[in-house]
């Protein structure tokens, strides 16, 4: 059984910068995970933020970014706002099977 | 605009049988994989399986292999996701979401709540 793992919970402070990861059980994450990040307001739905590890999506903020950092994949938010506090997940490709991370919880403090 | 439209709130009785759905619109609904992700109470997410729509090629998560089932109607541009027998269990959040470049996703419905409680 695959699992893949993220910080519990983090917290950041307005307008600093903090960098979220996600770590595969198989190994070093590369870019053949194809790397997913998503976001997850309460009550709303997940709203994809990073595909293919670094590439944004049309409606993704300037401050976040995806990379791969020391075997792992990383979201990096640059200039932290209020409303960057949520439930962050990260979705590892394996081949025709997906798994995502337990969620990190960031906290802007 | 890229839309997927879940259908609504399901109250249900374990034993009882049950399909849910996933409508897209504004974009070619057979070019694209649509997935299913189960959210239980407080709990992170986790992939069910995906559906090509085109030809309903279908793969399920090992955990769910057996326990559901995943279909389309490409007829209709709708997505389904589908119980024969609730348990108490299956009480979560479903999500359906769009699969870009057969690995990637992007848009997402809005959920739709399942409880099953006798």
């Known amino acids: 059984q695959t699992v893949v793992t993220q910080e519990p919970s983090l917290t950041a402070s307005p307008g600093g910068t903090v960098t979220l990861t996600c770590a595969s059980s198989t190994g070093a994450v590369t870019s053949g995970y194809y790397p997913n990040w998503f976001q997850q307001k309460p009550g709303q739905a997940p709203r994809a933020l990073i595909y293919s590890t670094s590439n944004k999506h049309s409606w993704t903020p300037a401050r976040f970014s995806g990379s791969l950092l020391g075997g792992k994949a990383a979201l990096t938010l640059s200039g932290v706002q209020p409303e960057d506090e949520a439930e962050y997940y990260c979705l590892l490709y394996y081949g025709g099977d997906w798994v995502f991370g337990g969620g990190t919880k960031l906290t802007v403090l | 605009e890229?839309?997927?439209?879940?259908?609504?709130?399901?109250?249900?009785?374990?034993?009882?049988?049950?399909?849910?759905?996933?409508?897209?619109?504004?974009?070619?609904?057979?070019?694209?994989?649509?997935?299913?992700?189960?959210?239980?109470?407080?709990?992170?997410?986790?992939?069910?399986?995906?559906?090509?729509?085109?030809?309903?090629?279908?793969r399920y998560s090992p955990s769910f292999q057996g326990q559901v089932t995943i279909s389309a109607d490409k007829s209709?541009?709708?997505?389904?996701?589908?119980?024969?027998?609730?348990?108490?269990?299956?009480?979560?959040?479903?999500?359906?979401?769009?699969?870009?470049?057969?690995?990637?996703?992007?848009?997402?419905?809005?959920?739709?709540?399942?409880t099953v409680s006798s």
């Open chain 2, 2 to 58: 890229v839309q997927l439209v879940q259908s609504g709130a399901e109250v249900k009785k374990p034993g009882e049988s049950l399909k849910i759905s996933c409508k897209g619109s504004g974009y070619s609904f057979t070019t694209y994989w649509i997935g299913w992700v189960r959210q239980m109470p407080e709990k992170g997410l986790e992939w069910m399986g995906i559906i090509y729509p085109g030809d309903s090629d279908t």
């Open chain 2, 76 to 114: 209709i541009s709708t997505a389904y996701l589908q119980w024969s027998s609730l348990k108490a269990s299956d009480t979560a959040m479903y999500y359906c979401a769009r699969l870009f470049g057969g690995r990637e996703f992007d848009y997402w419905g809005q959920g739709t709540l399942v």
